[in-house]
């Protein structure tokens, strides 16, 4: 089953895919307008014969929703008009510090790589989406 994992940002959206049981980097979306952004990410689910899409929500501490978490659900309410992957919100709270560590522990400059950041965001959620489907 292909799947495609968002990171979902004001300024950029992280994106992950994966043919099989392995996560990789995509691409990252500087985001302009939702509908531009929601039509882009479309034709990517379209070209990828994609099934599910796989989004991270930045769950507060406690496990309550966070401002962010409204932000993405609102911008998948959109999005789903446009595609007939079926969307799974998935907690992510600790993804974008999973991903400065991976980052960090390869040597990579996190604020010369702002975008890279987001993708492996988007790969730590979906990776950690698929090894739960393995254990189901």
């Not at 089953?1 to 990171?7: C, E, G, S």
């Not at 004001?10 to 039509?39: E, F, P, V």
């Not at 689910?45 to 991270?56: A, P, R």
């Amino acid at each position: 089953m292909n799947r495609l994992a968002l990171d979902i940002g004001k300024a950029r959206i992280g994106i992950a895919i994966s043919h099989s049981w392995l996560a990789t980097n995509y691409q990252t979306l500087y985001t302009k307008t939702w509908t531009k952004d929601t039509n882009q990410i479309a034709e990517i689910v379209q070209n990828e014969s994609i099934e599910e899409v796989i989004v991270g929500l930045p769950l507060n501490m406690d496990g309550t929703e966070s401002e962010m978490c409204q932000y993405a659900k609102k911008f998948c309410e959109m999005l789903k008009t446009k595609i007939l992957a079926k969307i799974i919100f998935v907690d992510e709270r600790l993804s974008s510090i999973s991903a400065e560590e991976i980052m960090h522990s390869s040597n990579v400059k996190t604020k010369n790589k702002k975008g890279l950041i987001d993708q492996i965001a988007a790969t730590v959620i979906l990776q950690s989406y698929l090894d739960n489907q393995k254990e189901i």
